[in-house]
């Protein structure tokens, strides 16, 4: 595996494989990788000739400069787990080659943005925007591999693909779960023993939630879910919504939308976890 650290030689290396002919596959990450991203990386190095993953901790997606201070860093680990995964290159930019001169470009997501994590986390979606933009520019996937846990993030990343008219494919992969049902980020790592078996009440809820649809409205399982998770000590919800899965709207009954996902960030102590589920 090859490790890049600046733009020209990651853009040299790529015009060579795409050269030769060779497609490329792309997996962005911010580390402190886990068993999800490697699914992610598997996928893509089966799926293409080169498997580039990019490590790179986003300063201007952070709404809380506490959070981005204490998100963690593992780059030796995470190596490792590359080398397994069979990616070909790594790009572990410094913040100074992203962002030479401040990142001035504001993005138009209609609606898409203003509901759930762009509501709570104001400015998060333009900040992700302008780095995957950035790192779709310098690697001109032909397919690039998002996981369905951060649902809004892959709905904006589709749209950006569309306004700016890139000529890739997003793929999407279902979220990767811990054998307790908690759904695996890189943020688990903050939560200690006891906080991570009571955050597995999140994913536990929500797949109970699933057997009320029939029953109920969505209004009412809102408040069934928002109740049966603030149950547990650790655990305060921010938001539950369920919407329609295309538009990310709330929906009022179950019939119109083709789709519909509940999406909910929920804080176990300090730590801000998100999952999702499907309805229909
Ligand atoms: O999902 C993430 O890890 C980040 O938001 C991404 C897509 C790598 C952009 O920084």
Request: charged share 25%; proline share 5%.
């Amino acid at each position: 595996m090859k490790i890049i650290q600046t733009v020209s030689q990651l853009e040299a290396l790529l015009q060579q494989y795409r050269g030769e002919g060779k497609t490329i596959g792309f997996v962005p990450t911010m580390g402190a990788l886990h068993t999800g991203h490697q699914r992610l990386v598997e996928l893509c190095a089966s799926e293409n000739d080169v498997c580039v993953v990019s490590i790179f901790v986003n300063p201007t997606q952070f709404n809380n400069k506490e959070d981005l201070q204490r998100y963690p860093r593992t780059l030796d680990a995470d190596s490792e787990l590359l080398l397994k995964a069979d990616a070909d290159v790594l790009f572990a930019p410094s913040v100074e080659e992203v962002y030479p001169e401040p990142d001035n470009r504001i993005f138009d997501f209609g609606l898409l943005d203003k509901v759930m994590e762009g509501h709570f986390r104001p400015g998060h979606f333009n900040g992700v925007a302008q780095v995957v933009s950035k790192l779709f520019a310098y690697t001109k996937p032909d397919r690039a591999y998002f996981g369905e846990k951060d649902f809004q993030q892959l709905a904006i990343i589709q749209a950006m693909v569309k306004q700016l008219q890139l000529p890739l494919q997003i793929v999407p992969v279902p979220i990767v779960r811990e054998p307790s049902g908690l759904a695996m980020s890189s943020r688990n790592q903050l939560l200690s023993e006891q906080q991570r078996s009571e955050a597995a009440n999140i994913y536990r809820v929500l797949s109970e939630s699933k057997l009320s649809v029939e029953s109920s409205t969505p209004a009412e399982v809102i408040r069934w879910v928002v109740d049966r998770i603030s149950e547990v000590e650790e655990l305060e919800v921010e938001y539950f919504e369920i919407v329609d899965g295309e538009s990310l709207q709330p929906i009022l009954s179950w019939g119109v939308a083709e789709s519909v996902v509940g999406c909910i960030a929920v804080f176990c102590g300090s730590v801000r976890l998100i999952d999702n589920i499907r309805y229909k």
